[in-house]
């Protein structure tokens, strides 16, 4: 059964910083990873998907990563601003059609 | 579009009562899925389906779960008789399998609190 494990649990830093979440799973039979974003008592946004045969996605100033042999996903962060503030999830499919394995998430705070 | 629609946003209910949550998935998508989110447990799937039909039910805690898509637009969670251990946030989401890709769209969730 896959595990998905999220290292830090909560981070804080200063507005300006680069950052870097981690995410590590246990399966590397993974279809796709997704990291999504969670604000207070909000929905899940959907930032970047990475596909198996990918190595990296970026998106403004988010690029995520995968390593599959080493079982792990990390999402920098450029630049980082107050609106960043939020819960970073990441999640691993081990195939297209099934359901998500979810990470605990890292609750980020950017301080102003 | 206008992504996942989950109604109600919100839901108080004393235990022993039937409870419904609704979901209308992103037109064209055929994968629904529905996920509960608790502080001990975090996101967990419950059920999914694939052209209205459930794929996986493995993540339904118990008998009182009972889950159905009667269309390719609607599916609807239904817990009888509640429990205040049910109480979570409620997410649906779909996919599509266009492109390869199964992102995972996310409703806004119903929020459950059984008293």
């Known amino acids: 059964k896959q595990e998905v494990t999220q290292i830090p649990a909560a981070l804080s830093v200063p507005e300006g910083e680069n950052l870097v979440l981690n995410c590590s799973f246990t399966?590397?039979?993974?279809?796709?990873l997704q990291w999504f974003r969670q604000d207070p008592g909000k929905g899940l946004t959907s930032l970047l998907l990475i596909q198996s045969s990918q190595r990296e996605q970026t998106s403004g100033r988010l690029n995520a990563s995968l390593d599959k042999s080493s079982g792990r996903s990390t999402l920098y962060i450029a630049a980082s601003q107050p609106g960043d503030s939020a819960t970073y999830l990441c999640?691993?499919?081990?195939?297209?059609?099934?359901?998500?394995?979810f990470g605990k998430g890292t609750h980020l705070i950017i301080q102003p | 579009d206008a992504g996942v629609i989950q109604s109600p946003r919100h839901e108080v209910t004393e235990m022993g009562q039937e409870v419904t949550l609704r979901c209308k998935p992103i037109?064209?998508?055929?994968?629904l899925f529905w996920y509960r989110q608790t502080m001990m447990r975090g996101l967990e799937l419950l059920i999914y389906f694939n052209n209205n039909v459930p794929i996986d039910d493995s993540g339904m805690p118990e008998d009182r779960f009972s889950a159905k898509m009667p269309n390719a637009s609607f599916s609807t969670l239904k817990i009888q008789p509640s429990e205040p251990r049910d109480s979570a946030v409620y997410f649906c989401a779909s996919s599509s399998a266009g492109g390869g890709t199964y992102e995972q769209y996310f409703g806004p969730g119903t929020r459950l609190t059984v008293t």
């Open positions: 037109s064209g998508h055929d994968y």
């Open positions: 999640a691993s499919t081990g195939g297209g059609a099934d359901g998500l394995t």
């Open positions: 399966d590397s039979a993974i279809y796709n």
